[in-house]
């Protein structure tokens, strides 16, 4: 073979290549050649986040993992986009890659100035929206799973690239069933199979077959009872997905102490060797444990292998994988690799601020507008007011970069209205306080290591002045009006040095107690200590234990926030209010949102200038949607933007002045209240009426909704065959927005529209699927296509939208597939039920002016007969009360009451064939040593009018030993003469017990 020349340790060697190096082969042949030349040593140390190089074969050290999520992030200067839901409300697949291609090409580029930096990019979040009280909603995508996959496809596409050389290797986030962080590594997310098919799994599956992803990460939370870094069953599934681009291979990497939480804070494992060795065989390859410290989990692998808990080929298959996900990036490619050629300086190039600045604008998304939008129209305005704590201030969130440059609202319409006069107020309240005990005014002085707090001003000058932002629920930020910075506590002396609240614990939010004599004290809330001075030098700390050791300080205003909003808005032609969130407070990693509301604050800083100026502008910017109350029914203008990055003042602008039309819509629901997402820990999303799909509630602003600054009429809908059949029983969607495959199953939908007004129309034109009555009930609504046209003034246009009938699959756990393999995920099917359905179409999921309907003919459900095979007791049509558990620590389900329950659970199987039973045979175990039935009843199947019939009642088995909720007893129980016919049948768990089958 030939030869060729690398560089090692600053020096060149001539090395004859081996077949590893050769990128003419197939990537499992090199990957396969490499593996056995590492000797089992270098091959456990390989599991590890952070691997060492191997010399002898030319190998560097090698780690996992560069955040990527809406720019590289953590690693200095880059461009920052807005945050990915921000990004979907684009709808727009070509502009997301070119933002996830402009993501890689920096990735590359810091990659060439520090070799560490690893081309493994951990990035899409692709776990849907189901609750915007989720603390990383900015993260994803959609409520809708599979909106969400057709955009985290598109993004991660760019990641990758199209050459055969991957220009980074995307990595989906966090499987599965993880949107919420209270209690995050400790809770289940509880699962049905339907939710599980039509809801989780859904999100994931795009990206995969698309080949746009090598790796996928678990999340920390449980899945039905067992934590998702040891569910086999599910990341098998994954890898069943990866048959086309990816040639089968798919690396799992574990999120960060993971593996450790499986014993210390979700206690399924007694000890680390055990746990480890479980994660392996489930199918992780990548720990991502006690930092860049390897040692543990080499340690625990290799014990593991002692006491033959894993085998070396657990260890190879796990290697061999993460060597594959090396070699798509070109490591051992040399010349061959096209991206090598990307050097450090190409980060923040004119290009990506154009893109930046289109996706910022893109991004925006006009809730409402009674004719005040877009501004300084017909003339620009001679002053304009820019208010509200973020009038010309950009935020960034914990996976944002560090920006070259952020431009503000405030600063962007200056650049746009040169001869404008225009005023930026914060809205907040600049104070002065005075330390009752050193009976002097706290001032910002500088010493060696930066501005620093002392209590020692004798009057409240100008360097004692301190901005003081209401985040809301009590959490405050407090600025130095002289140095133009934070004060933060992250050192005990409190220091005026921050320029932005960050960290993974916000160091710069505090708390303020009032006593009854009017003084405050101060808690800074990071280190949970307060404020005092310190006798002598002054200085204030942050280490008293209680409100009661805290000092007390004496505020003096120094000038009002209202009353400058007042003031500037009272002589404004054009007002603009920009309020939201700090991304880190009151919603984040770690942390869910206490409630929907805007803060009380911010309704005061609106209503401040609203009183004033009729027609100002409400501009929100925001991680999240919010439940806007009755104080901001009166906007006449709202419009929403994610925290919208280095170009979030010039998006906006663009917007609000009209140099772009509003092209954003939402792919999340704005409540109307607060109550209308339901239980943030219940993910049954049909009991919960959550997302569009099921909600039945009136929303704020729907999903899909946004304006433009014209009208648009829908004036009619034809389906081309409104006639079709239902294809068979499958375990796959046709990834959304797929072009049908099959002409017998493809509906094509003409939808009819005008634009009535006098400027162009970027519509959104939205086709949803509206089920009748049907045996399995599925959605009240379902997104089936949309496209996106340009309408003049005036002009009419036909679009065409196109989908596969099977997308209106639902799972029905009757179901089954020939060859499907014999585990728990796959019990069931997805079915096309036969019967009528609304198309309808319009500018969102609660706006469909123009409807027709489709028939789908085909087979009705089918029956379950007992004595051909078990009943599952997780493949339940319905059930109230119990949740679906884990059969064992490695593998299987059951449904379960739980043991804490203060009643008992319930469950119904629908269309069970009971014939040739004489007796029925339950499979149980209970966590209750208390006395207890489990009842069964029945009806005729499908009659929900029919009275239930008791069938059989059995005692459920008392509890042995201290792993009880896995040790299986069967109970039998005779019936006599059995239900003729199809029935449903109805079982009752008391609290504890858990049901694993029932069979003949």
Known sequence: MLSNRFDLDGKDHAVVTHPFRDPTLPLAERALDLLGRLDPGERVAMLHQVSPAVDRLGLGPFRTGTEGLHGVAWLGTATVFPQPVGLAATWDTDLLRRVGDAVATEVRAKHAADPTVSLNVWAPVVNPLRHPRWGRTEEGWSEDAHLTAHLGAAYAAGLRGSHRVWKTVPTLKHFLGYDHETDRAATSSNLTLRTLHEHELAAYRGPVEAGVVGAVMPAYNLVDGRPCH????????????????????????????????????????????????AALRAGVDSFTDNDADAGPTVERITHALDQGLVSAEHVDRAVL???????????????????????????????????????????????????????????????????????????????????????????????????????????????????????????????????????????????????????????????????????????????????????????????????????????????????????????????????????????????????????????????????????????????DRPHLRLPDAAVEVWRTAREEHPDAVLALVSSYPYVLGPETADARAVLWSAHGGQELGHGVADVLVGDMEPTGRLAQTWPAAETDPGDLLDHDLAAQRATYRYADAEPAFAFGHGLTYTTVEYTGLAVERPDVDAPGPTHRHPAYGDAPSDPEHAVQVRVSLRNTGARPAHELVQLYALPGELPVPGPRRVLVAHDRVVLAPGEAREVTLAFDVARLAVWDVAEQVPGAPADWVHVGALRVQPGSYALAAGPSAADLPVRSTLRVTGSGPRTRRIADGPLHGHAFHTGSGVVVGDLSRESGACVETPAGAGSPGVVRYDGVDLAGCSVLRLRLATRRPAASRVDLAWRPAGDSGAPWLPLASVAAPRPTGSDARYRWQETSVALGDAPAGPVDLRVTLPPGTRLATISA
């Open 321 to 591: 994988r993460l060597l594959e996900l090396r070699l798509r990036t070109g490591e051992l490619d040399g010349d061959a690799d096209p991206y090598a050629q990307i050097g450090p300086g190409a980060i923040d190039p004119p290009a990506h601020r154009a893109l930046a600045r289109e996706a910022a604008a893109r991004a925006v998304v006009l809730l409402r507008n009674a004719d005040v939008l877009p501004l300084g129209q017909p003339a620009a305005p001679g002053h304009v007011a820019v208010v509200g704590p973020l009038a010309d201030r950009v935020l960034t969130d914990w996976y944002s970069g560090t920006p070259p440059y952020a431009v503000g609202v405030g600063t962007a319409l200056r650049e746009r209205w040169p001869d404008a006069e225009v005023t930026v107020t914060t809205g907040a309240d600049v104070l002065a306080l005075r330390s009752t005990t050193a009976h002097a005014y706290l001032t910002v002085t500088d010493d060696d290591e930066g501005p620093v707090l002392v209590a020692a001003s004798p009057d409240a000058a100008p360097a004692t002045h301190l901005e003081v932002t209401d985040w809301g629920d009590g959490l405050l930020t407090l600025r130095s009006v002289s140095h133009d910075r934070l004060l933060t506590g992250a050192g005990w002396i409190v220091r005026a040095t921050a320029r932005r609240v960050g960290g993974w614990v916000a160091q710069e939010s505090f708390r303020r107690h009032h006593h009854a004599d009017g003084s405050w004290s101060l808690q800074h809330v990071g280190s949970g200590r307060w404020l005092r001075v310190q006798h002598g030098s002054g200085l204030v700390v942050a280490e008293a234990h209680g409100a009661a050791e805290a000092e007390r300080f004496t505020a003096r205003t120094v000038r009002s926030g209202h009353v400058s909003v007042a003031a500037a808005a009272a002589r404004a032609d054009a007002v603009v209010v920009v309020v939201g969130n700090d991304p880190h407070l009151s919603g984040r990693e770690t942390e």
């Open 230 to 277: 040891v569910s086999g069953e599910l990341l098998d599934e994954l890898r069943r997905w990866t048959g086309g681009s990816l040639d089968g291979s798919l690396a799992v990497v574990s999120d960060a102490a993971a593996p450790t939480n499986l014993v210390t804070g979700e206690r399924y494992f007694d000890d680390h060797v055990t746990s480890h060795a």
